[in-house]
């Protein structure tokens, strides 16, 4: 029967888990390690080493300096490796020469975690300045994707949006809509000609005073907007803001800024599959897309040059955005509540753009070779 004395020493020492090896077997040989009477004792299966602690080598390594290496010149050839705390703590106290190294050994584990935390917060800071740059190319990026992507694939892509839209069953070829519009149409095409799209324009059910434009060609023009303009010159003005916007692909990179950083890099590189997945399902989110104040200019700016060529009064343009302006201020809700003035929201016409409308009007050096537009 063990005896108290021997059972409070075996108390009082730690029994862990350790590996052995040895010049002469391959690998290392599992087993527990000990305390005890000044000596290290591994014991696994047939294999017993011992090692005083006075003179004991002790190592260490991995990451964190958390694999302890344990040697002694009287054990030539043995190394016992252990991870455990227990026996670090034992060897912490156990004499003035394994303190002294075990002190050493924590002392490059704490180092070592700093380093680590140091590096681990760099490569963050780097990976977060890596997101912060691509986001802040995002935009030129959208530009050199819709840039390398051919009219053809923007006009097929057009083409099932405008399906999609069309088959909500709101398109309407009314007369009473299409001699509002037609006369205003064959006008302005004969001003944008080499633009290399086949511009359709069609007219949809809806009360809100709305325009927009599908990249490929197609112009939806709402009821509720050819309801509202007083003179086909003001109409016209919409329309040539819209074929603006499809020529510099404008609404073709919207999408593409859409579809994510991602799918930008890979159509870069040639494969548009995934944009062309992200496209397909694009054609609600055509109505509600909204442009950039430099991108609402260049499209008053190409716009314009347009009603000059086509000898349409460019002043139609100023009138419109005039006109929704003060509906607007008589009911600021207005646009939220019913959407009736959705034009403004998605085109806002802010009194910089019309200051630069009415700019280039005065700047016009002739204002009386424009052709009144009859309807039909």
């Known amino acids: 029967m063990q005896g108290l004395e021997e059972w409070v020493d075996e108390c009082h020492t730690a029994r862990v888990n350790a590996n052995v090896s040895h010049p002469s077997f391959k690998g290392t040989l599992p087993g527990e390690l000990t305390i005890q009477d000044g000596r290290l004792q591994f014991q696994g299966g047939e294999v017993s080493v011992e090692m005083p602690l006075s003179g004991l080598v002790i190592e260490t390594s991995g990451n964190y300096h958390e694999h302890f290496f344990l040697r002694h010149p009287s054990a030539e050839g043995w190394l016992v490796i252990t991870s455990d705390p227990a026996i670090v703590r034992e060897l912490s106290t156990a004499t003035t020469d394994t303190a002294r190294q075990i002190n050493a050994a924590s002392t490059a584990r704490v180092s070592m975690g700093r380093r680590l935390y140091v590096a681990g917060a760099l490569a963050l800071a780097i990976l977060a300045g890596c997101v912060a740059l691509?986001?802040?190319?995002?935009?030129?990026?959208?530009?050199?994707?819709?840039?390398?992507?051919?009219?053809s694939w923007e006009i097929k892509f057009g083409?099932?949006?405008?399906?999609?839209?069309?088959?909500q069953g709101k398109v309407t070829e009314d007369p009473k809509w299409r001699t509002r519009l037609d006369p205003v149409v064959a006008r302005l095409k004969t001003a944008v000609t080499n633009a290399g799209y086949d511009?359709?324009?069609?007219?949809?059910?809806?009360?809100?005073?709305?325009?927009?434009?599908?990249?490929g060609g197609h112009?939806?023009?709402?009821?509720?907007?050819?309801e509202a303009v007083e003179r086909p010159e003001e109409l016209a003005g919409v329309l040539a803001h819209e074929m603006a916007h499809v020529i510099r692909r404008h609404s073709l990179r919207?999408?593409?800024?859409?579809?994510?950083l991602g799918l930008m890099v890979q159509t870069l590189f040639g494969d548009a599959t995934g944009l062309a997945a992200v496209a397909t399902g694009s054609s609600r989110w055509l109505l509600q897309q909204k442009f950039s104040r430099d991108t609402e200019r260049e499209a008053d700016d190409v716009g314009w040059d347009y009603l000059v060529e086509a000898k349409i009064n460019p002043r139609g343009l100023i009138d419109f955005f005039g006109k929704m302006r003060k509906e607007i201020g008589k009911d600021p809700t207005a646009a939220a509540v019913d959407g009736?003035?959705?034009?403004?929201?998605?085109h806002p016409a802010t009194p910089e753009r019309i200051a630069h409308l009415e700019k280039k009007w005065k700047g016009l050096?002739?204002?009386?070779e424009f052709v009144k537009i009859e309807e039909e």
Not at 365 to 368: G, H, I, N, Q, R
């Open 159 to 167: 083409n099932q949006a405008y399906e999609q839209l069309a088959a």
């Open 134 to 151: 691509l986001f802040a190319l995002k935009s030129p990026l959208a530009g050199m994707v819709t840039a390398k992507l051919p009219v």
């Open 219 to 226: 112009i939806v023009v709402y009821t509720g907007l050819l």
């Open 340 to 346: 009736s003035l959705s034009v403004l929201s998605t």
């Open 365 to 368: 050096a002739d204002k009386k």
């Open 199 to 215: 511009f359709q324009f069609h007219v949809m059910e809806a009360k809100e005073l709305n325009a927009f434009a599908i990249p």
């Open 254 to 260: 919207n999408v593409v800024e859409s579809a994510g």
